[in-house]
Every structure is written in C-alpha cells, then in structure tokens.
C-alpha cells in the first residue's frame, strides 16, 4: 500500500522553527522525488519544495528561499522540510507528494499525496 505520513507540524510563534517529516512506504522511495505543498485558509495548494530521486536537484518558491531547507533519507525512506524564521502567512496545512518522474520541479507530476500536518505560526 502506497503511504505518505507526514508529522512535526505544531502552533509556533512568528519566528520560530519546525521540523516537517514525511515517512514513505509501499513505492521505492530513492527512484522518485519528493515535494512539500501547502495550502492556507482560502487558498489554493502550493508547492514549496521539492527534491530529486538523488538530492542533486532542490527547488524552492520565493517563499521558501532562505528559510526553508529541504532533505531526504533514501535509507529511511523520509523527507524533510525544515522551516526557519516562520511567520504567520506560513500558516496551512502541508503536504509530503511523490513524483515519480524523479525531477521534484514545480510542475512536476506529483501523484501520491498524504495527508497533511496543520502548521499555525501565531503569537
């Protein structure tokens, strides 16, 4: 069964720091990318970053850049998405997907989705 867990996700004041983590089981994780999206109160689902099969290649939005690392483990079958200086406009729920192209660029065809972890950045 193709599964995707996220967890870390919390209510963190403006400023602080999260660790996303999205454990994959039921596909061979280390031949696709992986994405990180998000999707705000009234807002459409965005990507965020994204990483290739090898971790060669890493793509962020705007948003992200500077902020946000992305990181995978192909020996434990686990992406990462450390956040840093959050604020509260990064305040959604975010969601781990799989590509299996293997690219992990935005626009990638990203098909397996879990289920989302809530972030709230407030004071």
């Known amino acids: 069964q193709v599964q995707l867990v996220e967890s870390g996700g919390g209510l963190v004041q403006p400023g602080g720091s999260l660790r996303l983590s999205c454990a994959a089981s039921?596909?061979?994780?280390?031949?696709?990318?992986m994405g990180w999206f998000r999707q705000g109160p009234g807002k459409e689902r965005e990507f965020v970053a994204g990483?290739?099969?090898?971790?060669?290649?890493?793509y962020y939005a705007d948003s992200a850049k500077g902020r946000f690392t992305i990181s995978r483990d192909n020996a434990k079958n686990t992406v990462f998405l450390q956040m840093n200086r959050l604020k509260p406009e990064d305040t959604a729920l975010y969601y781990c997907?799989?590509?299996?192209?293997?690219?992990?660029?935005?626009?990638?065809?990203?098909?397996?989705w879990g289920q989302g972890t809530q972030v709230t950045i407030s004071s």
């Open positions: 997907a799989a590509d299996a192209t293997g690219w992990g660029y935005p626009g990638s065809p990203f098909n397996v």
């Open positions: 990483i290739s099969r090898s971790g060669g290649g890493i």
């Open positions: 039921g596909f061979r994780f280390s031949t696709y990318a």
